[in-house]
Nanobody
Framework: VQLQASGGGLAQAGGSLKLSCTAS????????MGWYRQAPGKQRELVAT???????NYADSVKGRFTISRDNAKNTVYLQMNSLKPEDTAVYYC????????????WGQGTLVTVSS
């Protein structure tokens, strides 16, 4: 199973970016999917998660600005990021809880988001 993330880049404060992450390989289904981020010198932190049924959870720091969604047919999770702030600058990692014979969490390679002031 591989997760391929894309969509990172440079944005100005107040701008928007949309991240995508697609799972590929052999598996039965995907349960939860999510996005985490790690800023320089800081620990990785949760940004948002979404269940297979569409229930979402957000970090307080991104509520009202970021939206997580998924397309189950495409095995893809998205993160729409609006009203970006310089403190959103980080490497963003997607993950997926994939069911093969058991549920295993897989991680994408990370995509860099840089927000300039």
């Amino acid at each position: 199973v591989q997760l391929q993330a894309s969509g990172g880049g440079l944005a100005q404060a107040g701008g928007s970016l949309k991240l995508s992450c697609t799972a590929s390989g052999s598996f039965r289904s995907i349960a939860n999917m999510g996005w985490y981020r790690q800023a320089p010198g800081k620990q990785r932190e949760l940004v948002a998660t979404i269940t297979s049924g569409g229930s979402t959870n957000y970090a307080d720091s991104v509520k009202g600005r970021f939206t997580i969604s998924r397309d189950n047919a495409k095995n893809t999770v998205y993160l729409q990021m609006n009203s970006l702030k310089p403190e959103d600058t980080a490497v963003y990692y997607c993950n997926a809880d994939v069911y093969r014979t058991a549920i295993t969490r897989y991680w994408g390679q990370g995509t860099l988001v840089t927000v300039s002031s």
